[in-house]
Structure formats: structure tokens, C-alpha cells
């Protein structure tokens, strides 16, 4: 074929591609998504993160309620009802007093009884805590640091949900990229077919280059439904992620030029070990029990407490007192319990011992995922080193392609191939560098950061 026809077919293919592109963008413009929008909307509206966060507020409910129990305890109590019985109260001889005038009185023994009739009693007290106070400190003290723990598990959700957001995002990136790919190359495909029916009809070409020209074009298409179907699936995915409908249509931005700078293994262990929030929370359990298990042993003390109590009848006749008040100490004390409060603080010990074996587990734990996060961060970076490379291959080689071309030394069908190499070369190295955010979110999870 002539330089001219050379021309012409290439400015066929780049007009298809032209067109598709701009057909494309006129079917759908969904708006951009950046990753911090995803994040900061996921952070707002996801709904595990809501649950840890009514999961802090209860805990902190639960340490302002049994704060008053420092306080006087009040109690008010009323009983009225029906007497069933005749109560009676009996005054012997000389109960009240023997007199030389008068002799004993009352002068025998005197017997007054109720009858059974509507009656009533009232009971009122205050009572201050004295000796339980110390308990009661002990015991908030262990509330206050099962609190912070809640926070912590908090924490732990919301680097939890940034580390999903930003892997469901970067799903869509490389389904997104594959897609743009693909559908870059097919105008490829579909002409390269034209040609090779032509080419047939001029006995230039065999029959089965026409066949593998229409399955390397269904093979093609094909792909090109199944990205779809990944991009769609994975965009549903962040949707749920962010707390929206999983309906609503949105493009990813593409992901920037890698980074270099890593700090040394022991500098992101010791941050590590510094920021994650599990290991705060297992330390935090750690002095929660302790404190449990003071408070079980203060059980021990006597419940002294200081009080005011009053005592009223209403409808009993006038021989019974009709009121009663009484200002004084109160002790109430279990002496033997057959070795139950024994067994509770062993108990509590226990669990003291299990939160210590935890944070030796943790810290183990912790230090493993940072080191296999730096590891796999290197691997990535040595993937895309390779992609890129690549990448440059295959524009340097399309470039000589397209020279060849004019000069008429390759088939046309050699520089379409070289187009659809660099198409899926630079899918690859999208690919690549969305694998290496991957892992450097991987290491950001693992250090305990966003």
C-alpha cells in the first residue's frame, strides 16, 4: 500500500477511537470522587463506625450513672391497706409508775387492741455511703478505664472503615482503568477485522487471520462486559462503604505518581507500637481489671453509711407512736460468705492475667503485620518499576511503529497491535500503582494512621 493509504487508514483508526471516546463521555458523566471525599463521607454516614461510636457514648453513660453513688441515697416508702388482723398492745401493772397516792399504774394490766380498719405507714430516709466510698472509687476507676478502652475500639473502627474505604476505592481504580483500556483498544480490533476482510477479498490474507481477527474482536468485547460488571460491582461496594446508595454513579480520579521516602522497620515499629489503637485498649483492660479486682477485695470492708431516718402511722390510734425519727450510723456486714468473695477476686485476678497475656499477643501481632506491610510495599514498588518500564517500551515501540508505517516496511496491523500494547501496558501500570497505594494504606493501617 502507498504512504498515502498508510495515512488515511490511521486517521480512520484514530477517528474511531476519537468517537467512541466522545460517545463514551456523552452516555455518561457520573461527577469525580477523590479519595478524601470518600473517606470523609464514609466517616460521617457508615454505619459500623455509628455503632462504635453509640457504643462509647453508652459506656460513658454507664461511668456518669454510678458517679451519684457517691452521693446520699434517698428512699421514700409507703404501705396502706386493709388490716387483717386486730393489732393490740398490752400495758402491765405498774408499767407506768407505782405511786404512794395512788398505787401502781395502771393498776392492772390493760389490754388495747384495733380493730380491723383502713391504715397506713410511711418510711423516709437519707443515707450518706461512708466506709463504701473507697469501693466505689475503685470501681469508677475501673469504669473510667473500660471507657477509654470503648474509645479505643472506636479508634480501632475508624482506621478500620478509612482501610476499607481506601481498598474498595482502589477496586474501582484498577476496574476503572482495565474498562478504559480495553475500550481504548477495541476501535483496534474492529478495524484491524475490517482490514483482514478486505484483505481477504483480495487474497492478500488467509481465512483464518479474518478468524482470529473476529475472536481476538469477541474476546474483546467480552472483556470489555466483564470490567464493566467489575466496575459497577466494585462501586456498589464503596457506595455501602460511604452510606449512600449503592445506585448513585461517580468516576475515581486516577491515583498520582508513587512515593519514595520510607522510614526504617524499627522507626515504624515504635510507631506502631505507639499509635495502634488495640494495643491501647488491651493496656487499658489491663488496669481495668486490676481495679476490679480491688474493688471485689474491698467487698471485704463493712458498709458504714450516716443517715437520717423517719418512721409515720396514719389510722392506728393514738397508743402506738405516730412518728418516729432517728439520726445515726448504719452498718450492715456479711462476716461469712463460705468463701464466695474469696473466689470473685480470684476471679477477677484471672482476668487481670488473661488482659496481660493479651497485650504481650498484641504487641507480637502488631510488630509482624508492620514488618510484612514493609515487605509487601517493597514488592509493589518493584512491580511498578517493572510497569513502567514496560509502559515506556510500548510507547517507544508504537512511536517506531507509526514511522514504520509511513515508510510503508510494516502492515498496518503491526501498528495496531503496537496501539493495543501500549493500551494494555498502561492499564498494567495503573494497575501497579494502585497495587502500591494498596500497600502503602496496608502500612498506614498497620503503623496505626489514616
Known amino acids: 500500500m502507498s504512504t498515502r493509504i498508510q ?38 454516614n457508615n454505619s459500623s463506625l455509628k455503632i ?3 457504643e462509647t457514648v453508652r459506656a460513658a453513660d454507664d461511668l456518669a450513672a454510678n458517679k451519684t453513688k457517691r452521693f446520699a441515697n434517698t428512699q421514700i416508702g409507703a404501705l396502706g391497706g386493709q388490716l387483717l388482723t386486730k393489732p393490740s398492745v398490752t400495758f402491765q401493772q405498774g408499767s407506768l409508775g407505782v405511786y404512794p397516792s395512788t398505787g401502781p399504774i395502771p393498776a392492772t394490766n390493760q389490754k388495747i387492741e384495733i380493730p380491723r380498719k383502713p391504715a397506713a405507714a410511711v418510711f423516709g430516709s437519707i443515707s450518706q455511703p461512708l466506709s463504701t466510698l473507697y469501693r466505689i472509687h475503685l470501681h469508677l476507676t475501673a469504669l ?4 477509654q478502652a470503648t474509645r479505643e475500639e472506636q479508634e480501632k473502627t475508624r482506621l478500620e472503615v478509612i482501610d476499607q474505604v481506601r481498598r474498595a476505592y482502589y477496586t474501582v481504580v484498577q476496574a476503572q482503568s482495565a474498562l478504559e483500556s480495553l475500550e481504548a483498544s477495541l476501535p483496534f480490533y474492529k478495524e484491524s477485522k475490517r482490514l483482514a476482510r478486505e484483505n481477504l477479498t483480495r487474497e492478500t490474507v488467509l481465512e ?5 481477527a473476529d475472536a481476538q474482536l469477541l474476546k474483546t468485547q467480552n472483556a470489555v462486559g466483564d470490567a464493566k460488571d467489575q466496575v459497577a460491582t466494585a462501586s456498589e461496594k464503596l457506595n455501602d462503604l460511604m452510606g449512600r446508595d449503592i445506585h448513585t454513579q461517580f468516576r475515581v480520579v486516577s491515583l498520582r505518581s508513587a512515593d519514595t521516602e520510607v522510614e526504617t522497620s524499627e522507626a515504624l515499629e515504635a510507631r506502631a507500637l505507639q499509635n495502634r489503637p488495640e494495643l491501647k485498649k488491651a493496656k487499658f ?32 390510734e393514738n397508743a402506738l407512736p405516730r412518728n418516729i425519727a432517728v439520726a445515726g450510723f448504719q452498718l450492715t456486714w456479711e462476716p461469712w460468705d463460705w468463701g464466695r468473695r474469696k473466689q470473685e477476686a480470684a476471679e477477677k485476678r484471672v482476668k487481670e492475667e488473661q488482659a496481660k497475656v493479651a497485650v504481650n499477643s498484641t504487641e507480637r501481632a502488631i510488630l509482624i503485620e508492620v514488618r510484612n506491610a514493609l515487605r509487601q510495599l517493597e514488592n509493589t514498588r518493584r512491580q511498578l518499576e517493572l510497569s513502567d518500564a514496560t509502559e515506556r517500551t510500548a510507547r517507544q515501540t508504537l512511536k517506531e511503529t507509526q514511522e514504520q508505517v509511513k515508510r510503508e516496511a510494516v502492515l498496518t496491523k503491526v501498528l495496531f497491535r503496537a496501539q493495543s500494547d501500549l493500551a494494555s501496558a498502561d492499564d498494567r501500570q495503573q494497575q501497579a500503582l494502585a497495587a502500591f497505594w ?6 498506614k493501617k498497620a503503623i496505626g494512621e489514616q
Open 438 to 443: 494498596q500497600a502503602r494504606a496496608d502500612l
Open 285 to 316: 483492660e489491663v488496669r481495668q481489671a486490676d481495679y476490679e479486682a480491688r474493688a471485689k477485695k474491698a467487698e471485704y470492708i463493712p458498709d458504714v453509711s450516716a443517715g437520717l431516718f423517719y418512721y409515720t402511722t396514719a389510722n392506728l
Open 144 to 147: 473510667s478505664f473500660g471507657l
Open 52 to 54: 462504635a461510636s453509640l
Open 7 to 44: 495515512a488515511r487508514l490511521l486517521q480512520i483508526v484514530l477517528a474511531a477511537f476519537a468517537t467512541a471516546a466522545t460517545g463514551l463521555a456523552q452516555e455518561s458523566n457520573p461527577p469525580e470522587l477523590t479519595l478524601s471525599e470518600a473517606i470523609q463521607q464514609a466517616l460521617a
Open 208 to 212: 483464518s487471520d479474518l478468524l482470529g
